[in-house]
């Protein structure tokens, strides 16, 4: 029983190392292939999800077993591990992500929620296509980037706002993300990626800034390396 204790500090160790990995290699295939596809195959993942589940546990286990040792640093460092995992979790069970059609005959109110069978989803004001192009790589015809541009309404049919999307440049009304994923030929008509996590992206975001700000703490009050901070945090 002692061994498996003992071992509880190397594996959280080997687990964040397979994290910090996994979020260089995301952070390529976001660049690559689209924030969209980054969250659905990544970040919102159940797989990616039970892992920071794992890791935290494990910490939260490490702690305690250091409790009278441990030193407010530290503390915040596992506090933000769980604040990741709440984000990640609300995201999971209360996000609605879906297609979006938008064309330039007419103001659209709702989308396809892909997590539910695909039914329309409402939303609380209208969007419409305004223009849409297609860039291509210089001397191909293979595109570089879908750009359009979109007026969001007040919910009654009087614009409020103007925005551009792009495959790089999301844009955020109300709580909704909106995503370029594709244009049609006749350029008449966008197809938006929608999500809707009005707080476990925000709360996600949080952790990792606390996360951050803990590792910097024991770095700069320790004078230690990486290396040395990551030794301090699982295995001392």
């Not at 009654?156 to 993300?177: C, L, W």
Request: positive net charge; contains cysteine; aromatic residues 14%.
């Amino acid at each position: 029983m002692s061994k498996c204790i003992k071992l509880i500090p190397r594996v959280a160790f080997a687990i964040l190392g397979l994290l910090v990995i996994v979020m260089a290699v995301a952070t390529v295939v976001e660049d690559r292939l689209g924030t969209p596809f980054a969250q659905d195959s990544i970040y919102h993942s159940w797989w990616f999800i039970l892992l920071w589940a794992i890791l935290t546990t494990l910490s939260l286990v490490a702690l305690w077993q250091k409790l009278h040792k441990t030193k407010f640093a530290l503390w915040f460092v596992h506090i933000s591990l769980v604040v990741i995992l709440l984000g990640a979790l609300i995201s999971f069970m209360t996000s609605k992500k879906g297609y979006l059609p938008i064309s330039t005959i007419q103001w659209q109110r709702s989308f396809h929620d892909k997590k539910d069978n695909y039914k329309m989803c409402p939303i609380d004001f209208g969007v419409r296509l305004k223009t849409c192009q297609t860039e291509y790589y210089a001397g191909s015809k293979a595109p570089s980037d879908y750009v359009s541009v979109i007026l969001v309404d007040d919910g009654s049919g009087n614009p409020v706002d103007t925005a551009q999307v792009s495959m790089n440049k999301v844009f955020e009304h109300n709580g909704y993300r909106f995503y370029q994923y594709e244009i049609d030929d006749d350029a008449q008509t966008t197809i938006m990626l929608v999500n809707y996590d009005p707080w476990g992206i925000r709360i996600s975001y949080l952790g990792y800034i606390m996360f951050a700000i803990s590792m910097l703490l024991i770095f700069i009050s320790k004078r230690k390396t990486i290396k040395q901070t990551l030794n301090t945090l699982f295995l001392s």
